[in-house]
């Protein structure tokens, strides 16, 4: 029995936004347990078995403390910014499909839509850094809008490779027209991508926007409370959606065994081996400096990826 468009509609929305609710929030205790034990640091281990409730501790201890709003603030676009930083991600989240019929919102182009979408959340750092009437947060800002300009045209570039040899705009039509093979055609485009993506995130060893040692925590260093932890937030729900991007553009979406009933599974599964690798990189790797930041995507990134979408329109035209 089919449900009506409006029960419909809800009950996608309540799915999305619960899985955006704990996504993250696995995220980052994943995050914080697995970063502890290959570091050798025990961390709290107070909160719960194996300090397994340690996140649900930080929450309160974010909700209980004063939402603290500079004088020098800008006050409106202070208190906008952590908004527009996680709103995006949301909205992301509803467009990329889980399967074939596991979709919130299968909108045309879905593939130009989340890209554009997750793009957004860049303004929400730059409103943090501008908003705070704090100059070490003003440069953390400004080095994050300098380090979107440079990786987002290698991503475009990589997802557009993956575009060309499926022949669609569509996120769905991507993961149905992906063959095994694609791992190796692709594989400099999924390098590059993954990349990228870590560097839009501001992750390490991509933090030069937050540099602790340098700009204490860039563009919030003057958030606290609720604010703070929205940022927080964002940032995990950064690593979900480019790693649920990533999976249905260079590992197939929901292909596997038994794809036609655990679609959904292989597409989680596929899309946590990536947040785990993400995750990785920050243990690993030292900082890079922004001169070596800036090198790196315009001196490497940006003319592989070319490379790739030439060869995929070449093998396109030749095998296509």
Same mark, same amino acid.
């Given at each position: 029995?089919?449900?009506?468009?409006?029960?419909?509609?809800?009950?996608?929305?309540?799915?999305?936004?619960?899985?955006?609710?704990? !996504?993250?929030?696995?995220?980052?205790? *994943?995050?914080?347990?697995?970063?502890?034990?290959?570091?050798?640091?025990?961390?709290?281990?107070?909160?719960?078995?194996?300090?397994?409730?340690?996140?649900?501790?930080?929450?309160?201890?974010?909700?209980?403390?004063?939402?603290? *709003?500079?004088?020098?603030?800008?006050?409106?676009?202070?208190?906008?910014?952590? #908004?527009?930083?996680?709103?995006?991600?949301?909205?992301?989240?509803?467009?990329?499909?889980?399967?074939?019929?596991?979709?919130?919102?299968?909108?045309?182009?879905?593939?130009?839509?989340?890209?554009?979408? *997750?793009?957004?959340?860049?303004?929400?750092?730059?409103?943090?850094?501008?908003?705070?009437?704090?100059?070490?947060?003003?440069?953390?800002?400004?080095?994050?809008?300098?380090?979107?300009?440079?990786?987002?045209?290698?991503?475009?570039?990589?997802?557009?490779?993956?575009?060309?040899?499926?022949?669609?705009?569509? !996120?769905?039509?991507?993961?149905? #027209?992906?063959?095994?093979?694609?791992?190796?055609?692709?594989?400099?485009?999924?390098?590059?991508?993954?990349?990228?993506?870590?560097?839009?995130?501001?992750?390490?060893?991509?933090?030069?926007?937050?540099?602790?040692?340098?700009?204490?925590?860039?563009?919030?260093?003057?958030?606290?409370?609720?604010?703070?932890?929205?940022?927080?937030?964002?940032?995990?729900?950064?690593?979900?959606?480019?790693?649920?991007?990533?999976?249905?553009?260079?590992?197939?979406?929901?292909?596997?065994?038994?794809?036609?009933? !655990?679609?959904?599974?292989?597409?989680?599964?596929?899309? *946590?081996?990536?947040?785990?690798?993400?995750?990785?990189?920050?243990?690993?790797?030292?900082?890079?400096?922004?001169?070596?930041?800036?090198?790196?995507?315009?001196?490497?990134?940006?003319?592989?990826? !070319?490379?790739?979408?030439?060869?995929?329109?070449?093998?396109?035209?030749?095998?296509?």
């Amino acid at each position: 029995m089919e449900l009506p468009l409006t029960v419909e509609i809800i009950l996608k929305a309540v799915v999305v936004l619960a899985a955006f609710l704990t !996504l993250p929030l696995a995220i980052g205790q *994943t995050e914080h347990k697995v970063m502890a034990h290959m570091q050798g640091r025990l961390g709290p281990m107070e909160a719960g078995p194996h300090g397994i409730a340690q996140l649900v501790a930080d929450g309160i201890k974010f909700v209980q403390k004063e939402d603290v *709003t500079p004088a020098a603030a800008d006050r409106w676009v202070f208190r906008l910014a952590p #908004a527009v930083a996680l709103i995006p991600y949301l909205v992301a989240l509803a467009a990329i499909p889980w399967s074939a019929a596991w979709v919130a919102a299968d909108v045309p182009a879905s593939l130009l839509f989340v890209l554009a979408v *997750t793009s957004v959340g860049i303004f929400g750092t730059l409103m943090a850094g501008w908003g705070s009437g704090n100059k070490y947060s003003l440069v953390g800002g400004m080095r994050a809008g300098a380090q979107l300009v440079s990786y987002e045209l290698p991503m475009v570039l990589a997802a557009a490779s993956v575009a060309l040899a499926a022949g669609t705009l569509s !996120l769905t039509g991507i993961a149905q #027209a992906w063959s095994w093979w694609w791992l190796l055609w692709q594989l400099p485009g999924a390098l590059v991508f993954l990349i990228a993506a870590v560097a839009e995130l501001q992750r390490v060893p991509f933090d030069a926007p937050i540099a602790d040692a340098e700009v204490v925590f860039g563009p919030y260093t003057e958030y606290s409370g609720l604010g703070f932890a929205f940022f927080l937030l964002a940032e995990y729900a950064g690593i979900v959606v480019m790693s649920l991007l990533f999976t249905v553009l260079f590992l197939g979406g929901w292909s596997g065994p038994w794809s036609d009933t !655990l679609g959904p599974v292989w597409t989680l599964l596929k899309a *946590t081996m990536v947040a785990i690798l993400i995750l990785w990189l920050r243990i690993a790797w030292p900082r890079v400096r922004e001169d070596q930041l800036q090198r790196l995507a315009w001196v490497v990134l940006v003319p592989v990826a !070319l490379v790739q979408l030439a060869l995929t329109g070449v093998g396109v035209v030749v095998w296509g």
